[in-house]
């Protein structure tokens, strides 16, 4: 019976983990190098006092960022997206940031904030394919966990009942 609950338990992780179908998205990923060379160009043009090359440092380094494998990263270029798009008057690079902001938030499993990101980027740029896409991928992957939340807790209440009847036939 142990046994029997470690594998229930076991795949229901590896669902909700995504281990069973692989990656946990389909979005390109950077490596630590990437991130690195991206820091290194920043801290140049930081160091030249170039703000319009800051700024596309600062645009390279986020996007390489959102992208990591590693949450911190990810956490760190959804930041640097935020503080920066405040100050932006123009529409490619708000829809840019908001598009960015919106695969940050998705790596990172906040999928209401990300969908909130990808319908604003839309009203600026309602004809963005990239932004569509993701805008699908969001609203199946908020599905997906509905579909999950229930699904656990049908298997809950299925295992209490069958505890609680366990007990009632040996008592």
């Not at 995504?18 to 630590?32: I, M």
């Not at 009203?123 to 699908?136: C, D, F, R, Y």
Request: hydrophobic share 40%; charged share 25%.
């Amino acid at each position: 019976m142990d046994a029997a609950i470690g594998k229930v338990f076991g795949s229901v992780s590896d669902f909700l983990s995504g281990a069973a179908s692989g990656s946990s998205d389909e979005f390109p990923l950077c490596d630590t190098d990437i991130i690195s060379g991206c820091e290194k160009e920043l801290a140049e043009a930081q160091k030249a006092q170039d703000e319009g090359r800051t700024k596309e440092c600062i645009m390279r380094l986020s996007w390489a960022l959102v992208h990591s494998k590693m949450p911190g990263d990810i956490q760190r270029g959804v930041a640097m997206i935020e503080a920066s798009v405040v100050n932006d008057t123009s529409a490619m690079k708000l829809r840019e940031k908001l598009y960015l902001l919106a695969v940050g938030y998705y790596r990172s499993g906040d999928y209401s904030r990300s969908r909130d990101c990808i319908e604003r980027c839309l009203e600026v740029e309602p004809e963005s394919g990239q932004a569509q896409t993701l805008k699908k991928a969001i609203e199946d992957r908020i599905v997906k966990d509905g579909v999950i939340g229930v699904g656990i807790a049908v298997t809950a209440v299925g295992l209490v009942a069958g505890i609680a009847a366990a007990f009632i036939r040996s008592g």
